[in-house]
């Protein structure tokens, strides 16, 4: 990992850095400096929030007064050219002053632009040296170091950071196509995808559901396809599994949103699966007030309604089960059986008769659940913990 200063015999100016300075009203942005060589606002980075009259005008103040305005990183692209990596509010703060986007007050108060200054004090601005750091390196130090800087500066996430070890073409063309706002596919996919498209959480997602939900997995495939020219297999699968789920499911549901899709189309895209039936299964397990986890409704439909656990199925209230447990108890000494209605047929004597504390018992629907059974205290019955397991895999 090598971290050098940028220009390190010369050094850089702010009349280096403003040359070419671009800004973007309509997305707050800047965009370029260096002549073109800097990208000031890469995609993973936050838009410019220093335009707010204070945190701008202060950085301005600092240089006037000459005090030092703190260090900048710089990422090294592979092309050979720069983005911001920590910096960008201050250098688009010093990019818009230059270009008399805004004004500061001088000693008595008074607004005053960039070109309303006395021409030295123009050219001591444009002159004043500026400390910035380019990092070149093997992918995991600097990810390393990415992470570090974060702790100080903006908090990059997971994929912010690939985006910027990996830069390249592939990430750029990923970028336009699943880190774009305003793209028109956008609002039909936030229907199932969760996450802030901005913060490169779509792409994320993307990633995910072609290679699986391991970093590791989207760092190999991201190194590998750095170059590539285009994005098709992503994109392919993205839409595939995107169809698919419009395809089973025809009613969309809020707890549709954030789902593992990646996973459930891996798993269950060889399913046949009526869509009619199923639209009438979800709003039948909508309806159900034992049903406390709607959003495995969906796995649970795919998977041939087997794995209740998904549903997290209401329980019997504890009142309840004591009551019953009372209720067997007593009927079953009365009877000389077990109060485990199971042991009580078992073909083990001792069993036959063996009376269970509470404790080592649990509640089980007299009719399943899956059988339209309900939870209410009637159907309740208490079980040894043995027969109920033995029961409840059946
Ligand atoms: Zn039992």
């Known amino acids: 990992m090598k971290t050098t200063l940028l220009h390190g015999d010369t050094g850089v100016t702010i009349r280096d850095i403003v040359e070419g300075f671009e800004y973007n009203e309509l997305d707050e942005k800047g965009l370029y400096g260096l002549n073109g060589r800097l990208t000031i606002q890469p995609e993973y980075q936050r838009r410019y929030i220093y335009g707010d009259g204070k945190k701008d005008v202060a950085v301005i103040d600092s240089i006037m007064k000459g005090y030092p305005i703190g260090l900048i990183y710089f990422n090294q692209t592979e ?10 509010q201050r250098i ?24 309303g200054l006395a021409p030295e004090v123009q050219q001591r601005i444009l002159d004043t040296p500026l400390l910035i750091y380019v990092c070149e390196g093997e992918e995991p130090e600097i990810k390393d170091w990415f992470r570090t800087i974060n702790i100080a500066g903006v908090a990059l996430n997971d994929q912010e950071i690939r985006n910027a070890v990996y830069s390249g073409p592939f990430v750029t063309l990923a970028r336009e ?12 996919w936030s229907s199932y995808v969760s996450g802030d498209i901005r913060r490169q959480e779509y792409l994320e997602r993307a990633l995910e559901w072609l290679v699986g939900d391991s970093g590791k997995a989207i760092d190999a495939y991201m190194s590998k396809h750095r170059h590539d020219d285009n994005v098709n297999e992503l994109r392919t699968n993205f839409m595939r599994v995107i169809d698919w789920i419009d395809s089973v499911f025809v009613d969309v549901r809020s707890e549709m949103k954030g789902l593992e899709w990646g996973r459930l189309y891996a798993e269950y895209r060889q399913g046949q699966y009526d869509s009619e039936q199923v ?17 495995g409704v969906f796995e649970y439909i795919l998977g041939g309604e ?3 656990r998904l549903l997290d199925i209401r329980v019997f209230e504890d009142r309840d089960q004591k009551a019953a447990y009372e209720r067997q108890t007593v009927a079953a000494r009365e009877a000389g059986k077990s109060n485990c209605s199971y042991c009580s047929m078992s073909e083990n004597v001792d069993q036959q008769s063996r009376i ?7 509640a089980d629907h007299v009719t399943a ?10 159907n309740c019955e208490m079980l040894c913990k043995s027969h109920n397991r033995a029961k409840g895999n059946r």
């Not at 092309?79 to 960008?88: F, I, K, P």
């Not at 196509?177 to 039909?188: A, D, T, W």
């Open 177 to 188: 196509e699943f880190s774009n706002p305003s793209n028109s596919f956008v609002q039909k």
């Open 356 to 362: 269970w504390e509470f404790k080592d018992m649990e």
């Open 279 to 295: 639209a009438a299964r979800v709003s039948a397990l909508y309806a159900d007030g034992a049903v406390r986890r709607r959003s």
């Open 79 to 88: 092309s050979g050219d720069y983005e911001v990596l920590d910096g960008q």
């Open 306 to 308: 087997q794995d209740k």
């Open 369 to 378: 659940w899956t059988r339209g059974g309900e939870t209410t205290p009637e």
């Open 92 to 115: 688009t703060s010093i990019g818009r002053y230059v270009r008399g986007l805004f004004a500061t007050p001088d000693a008595s108060g008074h607004q005053q632009y960039f070109n």
